[in-house]
């Protein structure tokens, strides 16, 4: 069994983290996961820096020996305090001066432990073009506490597609295709991890069985929306 890990650092600074998110976002990544309490696991922590867009830079967020965090970790992190924005109430301001920790490695087959209780993804009544059930206008996102959440999705398919070639700017994107709860979802992939894999492979669907998949809800864009997107999937086997 997973045995839980603790923080040596009693300072109410530092929080422990099971690592569920390292998606790319702008020159650096958005990292999340689930607090690790000595009962148990508590809420989603994001870590922010202190720039407009709140990413976390390669340096910001590596270790002493120059790794950087990888899905699954378990990380010390410090932090200075809460930073919530609108939905995005799990947000915390990084110590930029202070080394992240690797405590451990949180296994695989505990993940279900992880699993947020099942509800539907925020609202669901608008689309893009491409996608499904895929964005949210900031409005109606302002009145939701929370951001992130851990599902097992069903009828999981990556579809490696060229987008944009009807006007003029073709691009290759994964999207994840899925059920939850009855309603059907078709989401922009921001895994660097999943991209690197797929993206090298030809456009197809590629069918995804026992797959999980942390899905976020993006901070306002300029047009007003906010996007949901997957930052994370976790096969049970490297992609």
């Not at 539907?120 to 206008?137: C, I």
């Not at 999705?153 to 994840?176: Q, S």
Request: charged content about 25%.
């Amino acid at each position: 069994m997973f045995e839980v890990y603790q923080s040596r650092c009693s300072v109410p600074e530092v929080k422990t983290i099971v690592c569920l998110a390292n998606s790319r976002k702008h020159s650096g990544r958005c990292i999340a996961g689930r607090e690790i309490l000595p009962n148990g696991f508590g809420a989603w922590i994001r870590p922010v820096s202190t720039r407009a867009s709140s990413e976390v830079s390669e340096e910001e967020r590596r270790y002493d020996n120059g790794a950087s965090p990888q899905v699954l970790d378990i990380i010390e992190i410090p932090l200075i305090a809460p930073a919530p924005q609108l939905h995005q109430t799990e947000n915390y301001t990084i110590d930029a001066g202070r080394y992240w920790i690797k405590k451990g490695e949180f296994p695989r087959a505990e993940i279900p432990r992880l699993l947020d209780p099942p509800a539907p993804l925020w609202a669901n009544d608008d689309s893009t073009y491409n996608g499904h059930n895929d964005r949210v206008k900031v409005d109606i996102a302002a009145k939701l506490n929370h951001s992130l959440v851990l599902i097992a999705p069903e009828d999981l398919t990556l579809k490696v597609l060229t987008e944009g070639a009807t006007i003029g700017n073709p691009r290759r994107r994964l999207r994840a295709d899925f059920m939850c709860l009855g309603r059907y979802y078709c989401l922009i992939v921001t895994d660097p991890v999943a991209e690197r894999a797929l993206l090298a492979k030809s456009n197809q669907d590629y069918e995804m069985p026992n797959t999980y998949l942390c899905v976020s809800l993006s901070e306002p864009y300029t047009d007003l929306w906010c996007y949901k997107l997957v930052p994370t999937v976790i096969g049970p086997a490297p992609l």
